[in-house]
């Protein structure tokens, strides 16, 4: 069974207002003329990198729970890095994701068997490793 998912843009000179179409995110408004310098660029990448971090982290929390396991919480970064792709084009080259999961070592077996499992991805990260290398940091904190 197929989901769609739809996300609108309006432009307007600079300034770019981005329709999420759900509660939870909202309209996101970006004007670059009201941010520093150093802020003005990478927007698209972060959004790319939130969008990869929550959708992993939601799985594995979901995987977790989905086996009786509790955590305490769970943390992560997301580091996207663009770049030549060496044929003149600026692209995302990878993806690495660190998660932390902070958990009663009564869970380890639970988690050590998760963590393999995502090994193999979330739905955005899978989907996005035809394109370039994502790669998952695990650390279980007892």
Do not use: W
């Not at 660190?98 to 963590?115: F, G, K, L, P, R």
């Amino acid at each position: 069974m197929s989901q769609i998912v739809k996300v609108s843009l309006e432009r307007k000179g600079k300034v770019f207002d981005l329709d999420t179409q759900c509660l939870a995110l909202g309209k996101i408004h970006v004007d670059p003329d009201m941010l520093p310098e150093n802020e003005r660029s990478g927007t698209a990448k972060r959004m790319l990198g939130a969008s990869v971090l929550y959708c992993f982290v939601g799985s594995f929390a979901d995987a977790l729970q989905a086996r009786g396991a509790a955590f305490e919480k769970i943390t992560g970064d997301a580091t996207v890095t663009a770049g030549d792709d060496g044929t003149g084009r600026n692209r995302i080259l990878s993806i690495s994701l660190d998660v932390s999961i902070v958990m009663d070592a009564a869970y380890n077996s639970i988690y050590e068997h998760v963590a393999k499992i995502m090994q193999k991805g979330c739905l955005v990260s899978a989907s996005l490793e035809k394109a370039f290398p994502v790669t998952y940091n695990l650390t279980l904190v007892n």
